[in-house]
């Protein structure tokens, strides 16, 4: 038996078919992430890093679901021109989620929990997950992304000014911190205070009344959208369980 037997890559097929029939394989968890540039003080993993910790955590509380592995690439439009950004286009990740499904289908399986760590793939996710139902209308998903979880918990512990939260912020870089904090350079966390209208921002209640287009490079020259300065691994600790057992508790009601 591999030491973690919900890790979708890591039994066999006729284990996991052996599961699906007596109801101890019924939910797949894939993490969905970017490749895209996260100023000087994260690497460009960062959103797979995040998505793949927190879907691996969530796993772990879900006795009946299993860990495909971490899609790498997201929908990154708005930071494209920043060296090792690398970005889907929607329709890609329209492929990639019902090419998915019709193959869970083909195993039996018809509950799909996307966990997606890059905000920039929210809508192309929604999108994705109405047109698979609509074509395979047995399938069953759902989607979660963490930084709209987490901001539930970090409007009680933040440290950073109303409208400096948006990329590579106090949140990522917090999270970062508690996962892999060999991979952040703080000595290069900097304050970068987005350029935008008063009435907009990136702050979930404002963004709430009105989406705006934006990209990157007009509203920062680094890259960062916030403040990372305030980041610490404790902050990080503290989103990352909120977000996890949020998660957990509702795929295990579902």
Request: glycine share 6%; charged share 20%; aromatic share 4%.
């Amino acid at each position: 038996m591999p030491q973690n037997d919900q890790d979708l890559s890591q039994i066999t097929s006729p284990d996991l078919e052996e599961r699906i029939k007596t109801g101890k394989a019924s939910k797949i968890i894939l993490p969905v992430g970017s490749l895209e540039q996260h100023g000087p003080h994260l690497p460009l993993n960062t959103d797979t890093a995040i998505g793949d910790y927190v879907a691996k955590r969530v796993s772990e509380k879900c006795p009946h679901a299993f860990l495909m592995p971490a899609i790498p690439l997201g929908c990154s439009t708005e930071h494209l021109g920043f060296a090792g950004t690398i970005s889907l286009q929607p329709e890609t990740m329209l492929r990639i989620i019902l090419e998915i499904s019709t193959s869970l289908l083909q195993s039996g399986i018809r509950k799909l929990f996307i966990i997606n760590g890059h905000g920039g793939n929210r809508a192309a996710l929604e999108i994705a997950m109405i047109n698979t139902k609509h074509v395979l209308p047995e399938m069953q998903l759902y989607s979660f992304t963490i930084l709209d979880i987490a901001k539930e918990r970090f409007a009680q512990v933040r440290k950073s000014s109303k409208g400096l939260v948006g990329h590579a912020d106090e949140i990522e870089t917090s999270m970062m911190l508690a996962i892999k904090p060999e991979a952040v350079d703080m000595s290069k966390a900097v304050l970068a205070e987005p350029s935008l209208p008063g009435s907009l921002s990136f702050e979930p209640e404002d963004l709430s009344m009105v989406s705006f287009s934006w990209n990157t490079k007009d509203l920062s020259k680094i890259g960062v959208i916030g403040d990372p300065r305030h980041a610490a691994a404790e902050t990080g600790r503290t989103l990352l369980d909120f977000t996890v057992e949020k998660i957990a508790t509702m795929i295990n009601e579902l």
